[in-house]
């Protein structure tokens, strides 16, 4: 079978690693920052990075529009970390952020506290285990009706903040739209979650 056409939103983030492995995960991966490219793609990735700077980047770029009326019109999404903020429908502590609402979720940015900013941890995605990187990461607060809950956090160490994570939902998907709140492009050779994205965009 043919490889799908990936594009992975290229303005800021882990646009390198995302590429790499959708290449692993059997697509034909491409960079995307400009309208024609977005049409061009049959699914979309949307990295990591800060998701108001990311917001303010897709206006600069005119891709705000646009890819709205992809989401809108059924086009695989997946999003990752400032992606996941970046897809939901209400951003909790995202100041003047707009999220794109592709995603009946509510998400707040930067939820694990400050002291535990980043953290790995092995998790149960979808029947299978993932190595999941976080960074400053948001994680789920409502889910609607139509969303499935794909992975918790487990339980973590006792920090000085006091953040309970245990049971936090930091993956869903909802249709053809997958979210993340941790990275797994920087785990390489695990493509639990991208082979899971690709096959979204083939049955689609
Ligand atoms: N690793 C990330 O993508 C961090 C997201 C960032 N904390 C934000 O709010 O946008």
């Not at 400032?82 to 930067?110: F, H, K, T, W, Y």
């Amino acid at each position: 079978m043919a490889r799908p056409e990936i594009g992975v939103l290229a303005l800021q983030g882990g646009v390198d690693e995302h590429l790499a492995a959708l290449e692993r995960s059997g697509a034909d991966p491409r960079p995307v920052r400009r309208p024609e490219e977005l049409a061009a793609v049959r699914g979309l990735v949307l990295p990591g990075g800060e998701s108001t700077t990311a917001a303010r980047l897709l206006d600069a770029f005119d891709l705000t529009a646009a890819l709205q009326e992809r989401l809108a019109g059924g086009m695989p999404a997946y999003g990752s970390c400032a992606g996941m903020i970046l897809l939901a429908s209400e951003v909790l502590g995202g100041g003047a952020l707009r999220p794109l609402g592709a995603l009946d979720v509510s998400v707040r940015r930067n939820a694990f506290g400050r002291q535990v900013d980043s953290f790995e941890a092995d998790l149960e995605f979808a029947g299978d285990v993932v190595r999941a990187v976080f960074i400053r990461a948001p994680w789920v607060e409502r889910v609607g009706a139509g969303v499935r809950v794909l992975a918790t956090a487990p339980a973590g160490p006792q920090v000085a903040d006091d953040v309970d994570r245990a049971g936090r939902i930091v993956a869903v998907q909802q249709g053809p739209v997958l979210a993340t709140a941790f990275h797994p492009e920087l785990v390489g050779g695990d493509e639990l979650v991208h082979r899971h994205f690709v096959q979204i965009v083939r049955a689609r």
